[in-house]
């Protein structure tokens, strides 16, 4: 029987012994679903889990957090919770990127357990801040628009979208995660120590160019940088094996 800690922190695999567990954080207006199909390409030692912010899914009945500070504060418990079951890689794909930043900050700053290392996809440094170039969706795009913007990065099931209530909800869901992006700051110095390996699409014109310099300087620790084919979401094939580009999973992690 599922708990309340099992809403929060989704487990789409479960391994015996498992080395560590790859945690995601969800980007605008997603869900842990998005990362449901990675289970089938990670290392046979490694668990999979996402962290179901509140709102949707099963935390639906939970309001929505208001803020950033709000919402970084809930996952950084969920993370934390989900650590006590041992090592783990933090992901975080565009919005989730600067969160698992965030939420590393702060665990670090609490004295761990930190993750064995970071991986940011597709988000540009934290601390060069919120522009309007980041903010996409934006709050005042219409539903029309919105939902497009979600069907073309495969957020929206057949069955949502022959839903009207289904599709209400998911444009409901996106607004909620557009007002917490936007009220993003990032703390003056704030670093990470683990390892930080970050992630950025080829095409994506969201991404400045010298994003994975600027991401350097946020990491005191090993750093990687490795542009993948495709836009803000890759190639659907490199998405669905976003995992094998990850060597930290593997309990290895080289700098470049």
């Known amino acids: 029987m599922a708990t309340a800690q099992d809403l929060i922190v989704v487990r789409s695999r479960r391994t015996e012994n498992a080395a560590r567990t790859l945690i995601c954080l969800g980007f605008c207006g997603g869900g842990t679903g998005q990362y449901h199909q990675w289970g089938s390409v990670l290392p046979p030692d490694v668990d999979l889990a996402a962290i179901c912010y509140p709102g949707r899914e099963g935390r639906f009945m939970e309001d929505f957090a208001e803020t ?6 809930d996952t950084t418990q969920a993370v934390l919770s989900a650590a006590a079951e041992g090592p783990y890689v933090l992901l975080g794909h565009s919005m989730g990127g600067w969160m698992a930043f965030d939420v590393t900050v702060r665990i670090e700053r609490l004295g761990g357990p930190a993750p064995e290392a970071l991986v ?16 996409f969706p934006a709050q005042q795009d219409n539903d029309e628009q919105l939902l497009g913007w979600m069907t073309m990065h495969g957020m929206m099931p057949e069955h949502v979208v022959n839903d009207p209530d289904l599709k209400e909800l998911a444009v409901e869901l ?14 003056p110095g704030s670093k990470v120590s683990v390892p930080l390996h970050v992630l950025t699409g080829e095409t994506d014109t969201v991404i400045e160019p010298n994003a994975g310099e600027q991401w350097r300087d946020l990491a005191t620790g090993d750093f990687r940088h490795d542009v993948l084919p495709g836009g803000h979401f890759y190639t ?19 700098s470049r």
């Open 120 to 135: 940011v996809s597709s988000a540009n440094a934290a601390s060069r801040g919120l522009t309007v170039k980041d903010m």
């Open 174 to 187: 996106m607004r909620a995660d557009i007002r917490v992006r936007d009220t993003f700051h990032y703390v």
């Open 68 to 73: 950033w500070d709000a919402l970084a504060d």
């Open 236 to 254: 659907p094939e490199v998405w669905s094996r976003i995992p094998t580009y990850i060597p930290a999973l593997s309990g290895a992690f080289s």
